[in-house]
């Protein structure tokens, strides 16, 4: 069987290990801000400026890093990505000054990119038929959020007996090692010869005077505001706004004794329950339109984000909303991904997505940034809460109107 109709191959393996190291070390970066925060006196605002420059210097890198693959090859990025990114993570833990650490954070935004999901879905895209593609960048997705399980309770245990700084280099030395993979990730061209024939500039000058591409570019802006903001909030929201760990309670008896344990498991348990969500959104993305499958994901966290601040927070509540969003939470990176190779074909699969990516943490660093001024400002996160939950429902509507028909460019391979 050729290599391109299995769903399982080794370059989607290699695939997953990169996606999830990339987010075992991002998704844990909340657990740091009080330690930082503390040992230093800084403001909840400088650790978390660090953090939103962070995640736009990803949405900066990412297309630059997807036309570098498209131009010299997938795996030179990545190596490319790998360095930048655990130079990034040395250089943070030397940082004794906000300004250090916020100047650091962009190498460390753009190695984020350069292992990625802009190079790496485009890899696997061109590796995957079309009746599995959705599944294989589902497949993908939740090996994120397999990291996103791993990192934060990693990083919490490292904090238990080493410094931050040490924990930096443990995880740099991690970045690395995914060099080591590179080998086994060799990608075919499953394209069809008008696609190969196409320069990048045709195919970009197309998609940007497309209506679709700029509602599908829109709304991906709410997706980076919320998860941003509650990947490097939402850890410290629940150690300091949850009602207390009840002794003798379920959670006491499994070793959560404390709320800021709880915050890190949060974390995990977005993760966790995303990697169900985001496979059954790649299996749905061959069945339905995915601009419906999009307007109900994010209809569905809008919801469950009004519902989460109106009510009472508790440690139950952590947890139930934990699961909800993480049902929801990258469901909507195989379905955008997805429906940008669907419209424009593959040749430069991973620029056109990785430029609507640059919307997602554009959003990104406005949920993690406004999330610390509004913290420091007001002593809580409601109101940055409540525009997640605005745009949310922004999200939901604007993806109605795109036109989800297959372009000439994208003709079937």
Not at 127 to 132: G, Q, T
Not at 290 to 304: F, S
Request: charged share 10%.
């Amino acid at each position: 069987m050729p290599q391109s109709v299995r769903l399982l191959n080794p370059i989607l393996i290699v695939a997953c290990i990169i996606i999830t190291v990339n987010f075992a070390v991002r998704g844990s970066f909340g657990v740091f801000q009080i330690p930082i925060a503390e040992e230093f006196g800084w403001l909840r605002t400088d650790f978390s400026m660090a953090i939103a420059i962070q995640n736009l210097a990803w949405g900066i890198g990412q297309p630059i890093f997807a036309a570098i693959a498209e131009k010299v090859g997938d795996r030179r990025a990545i190596v490319l990505g790998a360095l930048v990114y655990a130079a990034g993570m040395v250089l943070s833990a030397w940082s004794v000054t906000p300004f250090e650490h916020q100047m650091y954070a962009w190498l460390v935004g753009f190695g984020i990119a350069g292992t990625g999901f802009g190079v790496v879905l485009a890899v696997v895209g061109r590796a995957s038929s079309d009746e599995n593609r959705s599944m294989s960048l589902a497949i993908v997705t939740a090996a994120g959020s397999f990291g996103q399980v791993l990192g934060a309770p990693i990083a919490e245990w490292l904090l238990t007996f080493l410094p931050w700084q040490q924990v930096f280099i443990v995880f740099a030395i991690a970045v690395l090692a995914l060099v080591l993979t590179l080998p086994f990730m060799r990608a075919p061209q499953p394209m069809s010869k008008v696609e190969q024939e196409e320069s990048m500039a045709r195919i970009l000058g197309k998609a940007l005077r497309d209506p679709s591409y700029a509602l599908i570019f829109l709304g991906f802006f709410s997706c980076g505001y919320q998860l941003g903001f509650i990947t490097a909030h939402f850890p410290a929201f629940v150690t300091e706004m949850c009602g207390p760990i009840q002794p003798g309670g379920v959670l006491h008896s499994i070793g959560i004794t404390s709320t800021s344990a709880l915050g890190a498991v949060s974390i995990s348990l977005i993760g966790l329950a995303n990697i169900g969500g985001t496979l059954l959104a790649g299996w749905a993305g061959n069945r339905f339109p995915k601009k419906y499958l999009l307007a109900a994901v994010y209809t569905g966290r809008t919801i469950a984000a009004a519902l989460f601040i109106v009510f009472p927070i508790t440690p139950l509540s952590v947890i139930a909303f934990s699961l909800v969003m993480g049902s929801l939470w990258l469901a909507t990176v195989p379905l955008t991904s997805g429906l940008v190779a669907h419209l424009y074909g593959l040749r430069y699969m991973g620029t056109l997505y990785g430029i609507i990516f640059f919307s997602h943490q554009v959003g990104s660093f406005l949920g993690v940034w406004l999330g610390g001024r509004m913290y420091d400002q007001y002593g809580d996160y409601t109101t940055v809460w409540w525009i997640g939950v605005a745009i949310g429902a922004f999200s939901a509507i604007i993806h109605l109107p795109i036109r989800e028909n297959r372009r000439a460019t994208a003709a079937a391979v």
